[in-house]
């Protein structure tokens, strides 16, 4: 029997959800809810129905596990412990900072009703986050790194597009090379945020607009570009279009620690990354777990959970014994 899912939001995150559920043969999208007019959304599933949000409690014994894919910012805080009442639920909430009060949240909601809920599943928070975990455990005695990019930050780019003035923008988040080889020479430098990771800007001006203002704007901008050297390229709209219109991201997680009586052996674990696109990874991200919360939810559990608390084997679409026959 297929696990049965359903998506709620149909932007990049899922479309690359639709995507990944084709590639498992044990699932199948059964509907994708939406807020807009479900015959302006086309689904490439053929035999996945699209409905509007508002109809969802109509599904509430039809689908497996729901997949939320909204945005952190004002989404997902309400959807997902809304849609706990429901469903079991994954969501892919990326604010670090909330994650404790967005679990407490979506904890609560999952065990009144009974149901599974995964949060803050992708690659960060995510594998990113799984990399770090393991890596602190096995050097006790170390120090961890994270970088980001090259890629396209949609966060960023949303900023800048929010600029009056600005017509549309990408903006890419690059790590110091020189930092990130001091990491790997086994340095442990104590690094700002200026020195890992600077900021580029591929910026489209609407007609008229004050091109100096607009590169002030962006570089003094608070939380995104203050705190980092950031450059400002201004190009046409064909250019952005022609060199600018993917969503590629990745980074690197490294930790450097010491073992020994005198510490005096030096290792180093690095994990990193390279996507083509960061919403199809992400998406291939959550759909893996998607089946752990399925496991959970077959065994009788309840309450939220994040990837610190899935076992590997619950990801796998095969059995132990092919695990530890094939992988182990």
């Known amino acids: 029997m297929s ?19 084709r590639q498992n043969p044990d699932m199948e999208l059964v509907a994708v809810f939406t807020r807009r007019d479900p015959k302006e959304v086309k689904i490439l599933t053929e035999t996945a129905e699209v409905c509007r949000v508002s109809d969802m409690e109509q599904w509430k014994n039809r689908i497996d596990v ?4 909204g945005g952190s910012a004002s989404d997902l805080p309400r959807q997902t412990p809304e849609c706990a009442k429901l469903f079991h639920v994954i969501d892919s909430f990326d604010t670090h900072a909330k ?53 396209v930050s949609q966060g960023h780019s949303d900023a800048i597009r929010r600029i009056e003035g600005v017509k549309d923008g990408k903006q890419y988040t690059i790590p110091v090379e020189s930092a990130l080889s001091a990491v790997r020479s086994g340095e442990n430098p104590q690094l700002t945020t200026r020195q890992k990771h600077t900021r580029e800007c591929f ?36 250019e952005l ?31 990193s990354l390279k996507l083509d696109s960061n919403p199809e990874f992400t998406s291939s991200v959550i759909v893996a777990y998607a089946r752990a919360a399925y496991r959970l939810a077959s065994e009788g559990q309840s309450g939220c959970r994040t990837v610190f608390d899935i076992a590997p084997s619950y990801l796998s679409a095969k059995s132990a014994e092919e695990l530890r026959a094939s992988l182990l």
């Open 99 to 151: 994650i404790p009060e967005h679990f407490a949240a979506v904890d609560a909601a999952a065990k009144q009703s009974g149901k599974v809920a995964l949060i803050s599943v992708g690659w960060d928070p995510g594998m990113f986050s799984l990399s770090r975990m393991y890596a602190e455990a096995i050097l006790p005695e170390g120090k961890d790194y994270t970088f980001w990019g090259r890629g």
């Open 66 to 69: 729901m997949i939320i894919c």
């Open 203 to 238: 910026v489209v001006l609407e007609e008229g607009a004050d091109a100096d203002r607009v590169e002030r704007e962006i570089k003094t901008m608070p939380n995104y570009f203050a705190d980092y050297d950031t450059t400002v390229h201004f190009i046409s709209e064909e």
């Open 3 to 21: 696990i049965k899912i359903g998506i709620t939001g149909y932007g990049n995150l899922g479309r690359g959800v639709e995507c990944a559920v």
């Open 241 to 271: 279009k022609k060199n600018h219109s993917g969503i590629p991201h990745g980074g690197f997680v490294l930790r450097s620690g010491v073992t020994g009586w005198q510490k005096e052996h030096h290792h180093l674990i690095e994990y």
